[in-house]
């Protein structure tokens, strides 16, 4: 999921005091090692990104599969994601969303979630941070609901990453200017994913319900260009 530097307007709040478990889990190796994590094309008109250092790539280990997926953190301990990657996605039509149909189900088990600062996603424990905890909206209706927060097992030192701070007091208008930067795939096969990209100078088509009904509800927006599966 691309992640937008603060043009980013949150439907609900779900932030709380969170307690602090040391000593979290790693991923585990042997799974690590059979997964494909690296890239090897670019995001389309993007660049690799060593800067934005508060997006984080997002691995899932889950009933024997492994997939990837990108958050931002917005704490040392707090990454705001998008719900479908950490929950499956139901009833898609045509391998797409119908706001009317599409919908999620249940979160995954946190204890196979893992994120990591590292421009590429490697394949060494050692560099991931365990979740605790998963927090998604209530309604698991698809459209207007596609965010999540994860809480991590230990905080991250920020001394190695940057903290985004969500846009949540102002609205955003058409024709704003903003990046996306992500780890995701560069194309509809699912090839180039796990290299964290940026890409420049996107601007913001629709607001609310200027947007098209059946891809987005009132509390979202569209870009102008899209930047392909990531």
Not at 54 to 61: K, N, Q, T
Not at 81 to 104: E, K, M, W, Y
Not at 183 to 205: H, K, M, Q, V, W
Request: proline fraction near 5%; hydrophobic fraction near 35%.
């Amino acid at each position: 999921m691309t992640q937008l530097k603060s043009y980013l307007r949150l439907s609900l709040c779900l932030l709380a005091s969170i307690a602090i478990l040391a000593c979290a889990p790693t991923p585990d190796e042997w799974a690590l090692e059979k997964a494909n994590l690296q890239g090897d094309q670019a995001i389309r008109n993007g660049y690799t990104d060593n800067q934005t250092k508060a997006v984080v790539g997002l691995v899932s280990l889950q009933n024997g599969g492994i997939g990837s997926c990108s958050g931002t953190l917005i704490s040392p301990n707090v990454v705001l994601t998008a719900q479908h990657c950490v929950a499956p996605t139901l009833n898609q039509i045509n391998g797409g969303v119908d706001c009317r149909r599409t919908s999620f189900g249940k979160a995954y088990d946190p204890s196979g979630l893992y994120v990591t600062h590292q421009v590429q996603l490697t394949q060494n424990p050692s560099d991931y941070t365990a979740a605790q905890e998963v927090l998604v909206p209530p309604d698991s209706s698809f459209c207007g609901n596609d965010v999540a927060l994860i809480v991590l097992a230990e905080p991250i030192d920020p001394a190695d990453v940057q903290f985004m701070v969500p846009r949540v007091d102002t609205q955003i208008a058409d024709g704003e200017k903003y990046y996306a930067v992500g780890y995701g795939a560069t194309n509809d096969s699912g090839n180039g994913s796990g290299l964290r990209r940026r890409r420049d100078d996107l601007f913001i088509e629709c607001v609310a319900d200027e947007c098209p009904s059946y891809y987005s509800r009132d509390t979202e927006w569209m870009g102008d260009t899209g930047v392909c599966q990531g």
